[in-house]
T-cell receptor, first 113, second 114 residues
């Protein structure tokens, strides 16, 4: 079945460092891919998405490119801030449009000043 | 729109008691999802509805859990009887339709069963 694997956390970086959080997936067909972010004490919110191969999603300085050949959707940011400290979830939707998202286990990012 | 609304935000109850969590999805959204989040198991999908009809309840842990959606603007998740291992944050989310549209999450209900 469909699944998502994220790199294990926590990831600890200094402010202004470069961020990469790896995400790979297994899926049949052509899923859409998402990154969600969860700030402390809050629900998840969509950070960015890509709906087809080679699409790049971007938002708030974060980027991720849908790579079908490597089945990956790695999250990157060139210069992180303390306010980026959160849990990041990679997710994919089924290509059969079931409405269901498959989430990875989440990666905690801590940015120190 | 106020977003997805959940109540209560916090619930503390004793083992054996009935617990009811409530959710109001965003108006016009056809899908509603219930998730549970714990440190040990991460984020788990419990059940989801499409147009008020349960589509997939395979994530419901056991018969103590039940969920209903009597109309398009209201859903409940009930645990009876509750147990300490049910302690978690429960999220409700809604989406406009399936597939590529994002899910909007509520703020969650933090349940503690003592």
């Amino acid at each position: 079945g469909n699944s998502v694997t994220q790199m294990e956390g926590p990831v600890t970086l200094s402010e202004e460092a470069f961020l990469t959080i790896n995400c790979t997936y297994t899926a049949t067909g052509y899923p859409s891919l998402f990154w969600y972010v969860q700030y402390p004490g809050e629900g998840l919110q969509l950070l960015l998405k890509a709906t087809k191969a080679d699409d790049k999603g971007s938002n708030k300085g974060f980027e991720a490119t849908y790579r079908k050949e490597t089945t990956s959707f790695h999250l990157e940011k060139g210069s992180v801030q303390v306010s980026d400290s959160a849990v990041y979830f990679c997710a994919l939707s089924g290509s059969s449009n079931t409405g269901k998202l498959i989430f990875g286990q989440g990666t905690t990012l801590q940015v120190k000043p | 729109d106020a977003g997805v609304i959940q109540s209560p935000r916090h619930e503390v109850t004793e083992m054996g008691q009935e617990v009811t969590l409530r959710c109001k999805p965003i108006s016009g959204h056809d899908y509603l999802f219930w998730y549970r989040q714990t440190m040990m198991r991460g984020l788990e999908l419990l059940i989801y509805f499409n147009n008020n009809v349960p589509i997939d309840d395979s994530g419901m842990p056991e018969d103590r859990f039940s969920a209903k959606m009597p109309n398009a603007s209201f859903s409940t998740l009930k645990i009876q009887p509750s147990e300490p291992r049910d302690s978690a944050v429960y999220f409700c989310a809604s989406s406009l339709d399936g597939g590529i549209n994002e899910q909007y999450f509520g703020p969650g209900t933090r349940l503690t069963v003592t």
